[in-house]
């Protein structure tokens, strides 16, 4: 065991879990009317204990266990054989599980973004802890766990390069939310402005600071690569947020601090994939690029082909992690032939499994809401509270 290492991971973890609770809940909570944030909020919130309890009582096994090329098995279940003395690395295997659990519990969290204001509080447990470990969990020991797709897989010696999760996070969420996105109709009101853009600031913000232990901890050490990783990590968000800001000023004449703070997103998740591989200039070139590509993406699934993905989870999270991904073999960090056959085998795995888990969870609980409860709002119809009570 590293003690340094050790130290550096714990603020990770933290790091990473402040990423939902609270800036992801935030950053989505501002976005929705006033009716839904408290539905929002709960949402991140539940999602977050539901899959802690389920990465520890098989998820983790079945992403880092000591199964095949494609399935972990069980033999980790609850932790089996896991103590104080057990190394991942340099790391105690412990505090290795903990930081991967932070990674699970944003996953499917990112997937809300796409169904707020319409959906079952129950569905979304349903289909978030079958997505979890049907979907996620899989990939992620195709990738991260010795899997087939990574070095020494079925792309030969070198397989799929994806440092903190440009396919394993942000291509299996975006997919997943345009699945339920298309499969859940649009709202019948999607008009309506954001309630609180102080609340999207604020939220963007704590993503940002908590990408440095997403990206910074995927290294698990505390060492130069480290460094780096969160060097380039808030480069690309920085210049992806102004060259977000100057292409809406261009088309619209306004730069919104809606789109600024989005803007930073995109610059995360494409950088995502590609923050322990490339240096500050490749950085800048990625986040240059990621603000006005996720932007077009927004217009192009909203505008276009009409999907009410409602706050944009596939165009900014799907497509910033593809994007990132690629970006990797074009630097020439990794083969073209692991880049796009990951990216493939991926996306056509996650789409199937998300379809099928729409469908068996949609047997088991309530999907859609009535347009009377959509139209109450979900605060009080899902959770019976108001966010703000002005007469009280």
């Excluded at 408290?38 to 899959?51: D, E, N």
């Excluded at 309630?195 to 940002?208: D, E, K, N, R, T």
């Excluded at 789109?259 to 995360?268: M, N, Q």
Aim: charged share 10%; with cysteine; proline share 3%.
């Amino acid at each position: 065991m590293n003690g340094a290492d050790t130290a550096w991971i714990m603020v990770a973890t933290a790091l990473v879990l402040f990423m939902t609770l609270p800036g992801l809940a935030l950053f989505y909570g501002g976005l929705v009317r006033a009716r839904n944030v408290l539905s929002v909020f709960m949402h991140c919130y539940a999602i977050a204990c539901l899959m802690s309890v389920l990465w520890f009582a098989v998820g983790y096994s079945i992403a880092f266990g000591d199964g095949n090329a494609y399935w972990g098995g069980l033999g980790k279940m609850f932790l089996d054989g896991v103590t104080v003395d057990s190394l991942t690395g340099t790391l105690p295997e412990i505090l290795f599980f903990a930081f991967q659990m932070t990674f699970a519990i944003i996953t499917p969290a990112l997937i809300v973004g796409a169904y707020v204001e319409r959906i079952h509080f129950g569905f979304v447990m349903v289909f978030s802890g079958l997505w979890m470990l049907l979907c996620y969990a899989p990939v992620v020991h195709w990738i991260w766990g010795g899997g087939f797709l990574s070095d020494g897989g079925i792309f030969g010696d070198v397989g799929v390069k994806d440092f903190a999760g440009g396919i394993v996070v942000h291509e299996t969420a975006g997919i997943a939310a345009l699945v339920l996105a298309v499969m859940l109709g649009a709202r019948k009101v999607s008009t309506k402005p954001p309630h609180s853009p102080p609340f999207v600031m604020l939220g963007a913000a704590m993503l940002w600071v908590g990408w440095y232990g997403f990206n910074g901890g995927s290294q698990l050490a505390a060492d130069g690569g480290a460094a780096m990783a969160i060097t380039v990590t808030h480069i690309s968000a920085a210049t992806a947020s102004l060259t977000w800001a100057l292409w809406e000023r261009i088309k619209y004449g306004k730069a919104s601090l809606v789109g600024i703070v989005t803007g930073t997103i995109a610059g995360l998740a494409s950088i995502t994939p590609a923050s322990g591989f490339v240096g500050p200039v490749e950085a800048m070139i990625i986040g240059a690029i990621a603000g006005v590509l996720c932007q077009e993406a927004v217009n192009f699934i909203r505008n276009k082909v009409k999907i009410d993905d409602t706050l944009d989870v596939f165009a900014v999270h799907g497509v910033g992690g593809i994007f990132g991904t690629i970006m990797i073999a074009v630097f020439g960090e990794g083969t073209w032939a692991a880049q796009l056959g990951a990216l493939a085998i991926v996306g056509v795995f996650t789409f199937v499994v998300s379809v099928v888990l729409v469908k068996i969870t949609a047997l088991i609980t309530p999907f859609r809401v009535s347009e009377e409860m959509e139209s109450n709002g979900l605060d009080l119809e899902e959770h019976g509270e108001r966010a703000y009570e002005f007469h009280s």
